[in-house]
């Protein structure tokens, strides 16, 4: 029985180096080691032999399974490079054709393009561009910013509270970003917090549930309300043209004081006066004021060495008044036929 196994794996590898085609070679390796196999039927008188000699004849056999295993293998390695080789050679690929595909290319939000401008525009005055979590304690979201809990101004703000995290909720603006930046950073600080802000709204076509802003913090030593136009009347100039003026009007905020609301001519009749500016000649387009001193305090700087304004941008809106969109809905729609249209 021996020199039987010895010849099945002498005749196995014999075949074996003849053999180039894959199918060819799975027919071989079944004709030596399959259920009717050449090996299996060397082995049919096993069960005749004395237990020792039993045990030799079966390490035999793993031995000549084992070698007609890894030479298929071998083989069959062989085989697939052979056939590359050859279709490779049949073929020709110029390197330098451009890729030519039919799927369309994306491209950036209307969103993400406005607030990038903006970014550049920022950066260009020495600020930085600062982030912070969206979703916010209670303490940094309103507490901080001059909005104690039994503040009226609470109500101004539709807020989500996130369900089993007490004092947790959805951050309703950028504003607290202003603690945090001054906390991290300290003074002097030029700092811009463009980001999402979540609110409990009753959507419609001015309304949404997810919108998008961009805040602005200047804090150091001597700043006044100078500054502060001075830097809104560049931002409407790189938005709506040279010839934009800024208008200033008396609002309350309670995280700053005084608070104006803010106000751009309007880019469409000049001032003149038309439908999209409800005949005013004005478009609202921020909010903002000096820091109060609570919210300075809050931010671990001394209001009575430094003080500082914020403002702060609904960047949906002037992508809004910047393409004549008139459903806020759009924007989070993912209808790529208002998208590719930007």
């Known amino acids: ?21 894959r199918d ?6 079944t004709e030596f080691l399959g259920r009717r196999g050449k090996l299996n039927a060397a082995m049919k008188d096993m069960a005749s032999l004395a237990q020792e000699e039993r045990k030799l004849v079966g390490a035999m056999v793993n031995e000549v399974k084992e070698a007609i295993e890894t030479a298929y293998a071998e083989a069959i390695e062989m085989a697939s490079k052979a056939s590359l080789a050859s279709k490779a050679s049949g073929e020709w690929i110029d390197v330098t054709q451009p890729e030519m595909t039919s799927h369309p290319k994306g491209h950036l939000h209307p969103i993400t393009q406005v607030r990038e401008d ?23 979201n309103f507490t901080a910013l001059n909005i104690p809990p039994t503040h009226p101004a609470r109500d101004m703000q539709d807020t989500f509270y ?12 950028t504003s607290p970003v202003q603690i945090r930046g001054m906390r991290e950073y300290g003074v ?69 004081e005084p608070g104006v609301n803010g106000e751009v001519t309007c880019y469409l009749c000049k001032g003149d006066g ?5 005949k005013s000649g004005w478009l609202e387009v921020f909010g903002a004021g000096m820091i109060h001193p609570n919210v300075l305090r809050e931010g671990g700087v001394d209001p009575q060495t430094h003080s500082g304004f914020a403002f702060g941008f609904g960047l949906m809106r002037l992508v809004m008044l910047k393409y004549g969109i008139d459903d806020i809905r759009l924007f989070e729609s993912g209808d790529l036929r208002f998208l590719n249209q930007f």
């Open 118 to 140: 903006l970014e550049d525009l920022f950066t260009s005055m020495g600020f930085i561009v600062a982030d912070g979590p969206q979703m916010e304690s209670d303490f940094f």
């Open 188 to 256: 002097p600080l030029r700092m811009i917090v463009p980001g999402r802000c979540f609110r409990n709204e009753a959507t419609d076509v001015r309304h949404e549930h997810t919108l998008h802003q961009i805040e602005g913090v200047v804090v150091d030593r001597g700043i006044s309300f100078a500054h502060l136009k001075g830097v809104l009347e560049a931002v409407g100039k790189h938005l709506y043209g040279q010839e934009t003026k800024i208008r200033l009007r008396p609002k309350f905020y309670p995280f700053v």
């Open 1 to 21: 029985m021996k020199e039987q196994l010895q010849h099945v794996k002498k005749d196995f590898l014999h075949l074996v180096a003849k053999v180039t085609d």
């Open 24 to 29: 060819a070679l799975e027919q071989l390796k």
């Open 274 to 278: 038309c439908r999209l500016c409800k």
């Open 162 to 173: 996130v369900k089993g995290h007490e004092g947790v909720v959805m951050r309703t603006h």
